[in-house]
């Protein structure tokens, strides 16, 4: 069976004992946010750490030849909505800080870091998976967040992955339910249920608005060229723009009334699925190139 150990608890000599090959760290990382009345300051990082203990589970279960250990979880992200409250850092700072640790694991002859992540901000994900590719490119060392593809699955409401978690399109942290809201809400009943605050059952649907004119124009000109994936990303990247921009509406995306525990337990488990798959990939020695919603304009994430 896989051991398990915690990176602050072993000595020098400990870590240089640890299989180079067949090592992975893991780590959870998402910021401080604001999420709405109902629903802690931390309620990304709770939930990074609690899908980190998923991940640990996987591999003792799936890949008992390896041994995990543990990082400290950080409290960093991009894009964090910007309501009292939230502590975020730029997307380019990200990208340097999450090579840095590849490098330096890289360094040791380490190949494997696994990010536990719950924050769905735009250049949060493009920003982790630039210094996953570049990581990959300069020192064959794999830097893997399974959330870049289980937001994309979530936000294109892909059926298959829907009918894994018996969860609906508006309920499964799209668009209609991108922060807060049920999909959420129901993470955190299924694993941190005390976090909830009661008011969470009062509390009514809020609706993102509707997209500025340039996105609008923008989605309308990829849909042109055929372009259609990306055509929804920019539609829904300017609703995220037009909602964040606006200090008067509620800190919340969706219906958090709607959260139930069993929903939060399905979606883990179909984050589980996907997570399982990318960590395969990797182990056999294949490239893993994931890609966050609006990957092709990826230089956002350069963006201060």
Request: with cysteine.
């Amino acid at each position: 069976m896989a051991r398990i150990y915690r990176y602050l608890e072993l000595t020098m000599e400990e870590l240089d004992g640890l299989s180079r090959e067949k090592t992975i760290f893991v780590m959870g990382l998402s910021p401080i946010e604001a999420h709405g009345p109902h629903l802690p300051l931390g309620t990304d990082l709770l939930l990074a750490e609690e899908i980190g203990k998923q991940y640990v589970d996987i591999i003792k279960e799936e890949f008992p030849a390896y041994q995990a250990v543990i990082l400290p979880t950080l409290p960093l992200g991009a894009d964090a909505l910007p309501r009292p409250g939230s502590i975020g850092i730029s997307a380019p700072n990200l990208t340097r800080i999450l090579e840095s640790f590849g490098k330096e694991l890289a360094a040791m002859g380490f190949k494997f870091l696994l990010l536990a992540d719950n924050h769905g901000g735009p250049r949060h994900l493009l920003a982790c998976e630039r210094a996953a590719r570049r990581l990959y490119k300069k020192h064959g060392f794999y830097l893997l967040n399974p959330f870049a593809r289980e937001f994309s699955l979530m936000m294109a409401g892909d059926q298959e992955f829907l009918e894994g978690s018996g969860l609906s399109q508006g309920a499964c942290g799209d668009m209609e339910d991108l922060h807060a809201g049920t999909n959420e809400t129901s993470l955190l009943l299924a694993t941190k249920e005390e976090q909830v605050r009661e008011n969470y059952r009062e509390l009514p649907q809020n609706e993102a608005p509707r997209p500025g004119k340039l996105f609008v124009l923008l989605s309308g000109l990829f849909r042109i060229i055929k372009k259609d994936n990306l055509a929804r990303e920019v539609r829904s990247l300017g609703r995220i723009a037009a909602w964040a921009g606006n200090e008067e509406m509620p800190a919340y995306i969706g219906s958090p009334a709607r959260a139930k525990s069993e929903a939060g337990t399905a979606m883990l488990e179909c984050r589980r699925k996907v997570a399982r798959e990318i960590i395969s990939q990797a182990l056999e020695g294949e490239e893993v190139k994931l890609r966050p919603p609006l990957w092709p304009l990826a230089l956002l994430a350069r963006l201060p």
